[in-house]
């Protein structure tokens, strides 16, 4: 059964470095997602990417976070100078339709912990 | 406004037994689905069951179905015959349907459920 895969599972971090979180979704969807979940905490939408540029994104997507799908099978999340808060779940989704129905396959998720 | 709600941050159910996790919802959109995903402890979200907003019918999957009240704005999830694997959180979610939006999934805080043998 296709999945969507991140790399790596887990990824520790100095503060201020830049991370970057890899995903590979399934080959024929069409709409890529990028949530996180700090522990304990509900999973909140960080950005949704369709058509090689992004459709929406939240308030947590600041400029410090970009996202791209630079060969047509990798989607990744880069962080560009981490912060203490970022410590979190970091779960890559996709989904191949538009509209309410269908649900979103999620990664196993990267836990990204920053020092 | 939360968009998602769930009141039950924890619960306890006897093996075998069914139990029942409560969500209701906001959105004024006429169009949206929702959904439950399990989380165990290893993290990853695992997709359970999809209820769709003209659905008439109550979704089920298995031993997962899902009480749809469209009128009072919930959709709670109904394991049957629990079982030690269903110990884990469980969250409910929504996706309003916007046309050409990114359409994306606001999720509800979860319930973390823990089945006794």
């Known amino acids: 059964e296709p999945e969507v895969t991140q790399t790596p599972s887990h990824q520790v971090t100095q503060m201020g470095q830049e991370v970057i979180l890899r995903c590979v979704p399934i080959s024929n969807h069409l709409y890529f997602y990028w949530y996180r979940q700090i522990l304990g905490q509900k999973v909140e939408f960080l950005v949704s990417f369709y058509n090689n540029e992004i459709s929406e994104k939240s308030e947590i997507f600041d400029d410090q976070f970009s996202v791209e799908r630079p060969d047509g099978s990798n989607f990744t999340l880069k962080i560009r100078s981490t912060k203490l808060e970022d410590s979190a779940m970091y779960f890559c989704?996709?989904?191949?339709?538009?509209?309410?129905?269908?649900?979103?396959?999620f990664g196993q998720g990267t836990r990204l912990t920053v020092v | 406004a939360q968009k998602i709600t769930q009141t039950q941050p924890g619960m306890f159910v006897q093996e075998k037994e069914a139990v029942t996790l409560d969500c209701t919802y906001d959105?004024?959109?006429?169009?949206?689905?929702l959904f439950w995903y399990k989380q165990p402890s290893s993290g990853e979200m695992i997709f359970l069951i999809y209820?769709?907003?003209?659905?008439?019918q109550n979704a089920t999957e298995g031993r997962y179905s899902l009480n749809f009240q469209k009128a009072r704005k919930s959709a709670n999830l109904v394991i049957s015959a629990s079982q030690l694997g269903d110990s884990a959180m469980y969250f409910c979610a929504m996706r309003e349907g916007r046309g050409n939006a990114g359409n994306m999934l606001t999720f509800g805080g979860g319930t973390r459920l823990m089945v006794k043998p």
């Open positions: 959105t004024s959109d006429q169009s949206y689905g």
């Open positions: 209820q769709g907003s003209y659905d008439e």
């Open positions: 989704a996709s989904r191949p339709n538009l509209g309410a129905r269908g649900e979103a396959f």
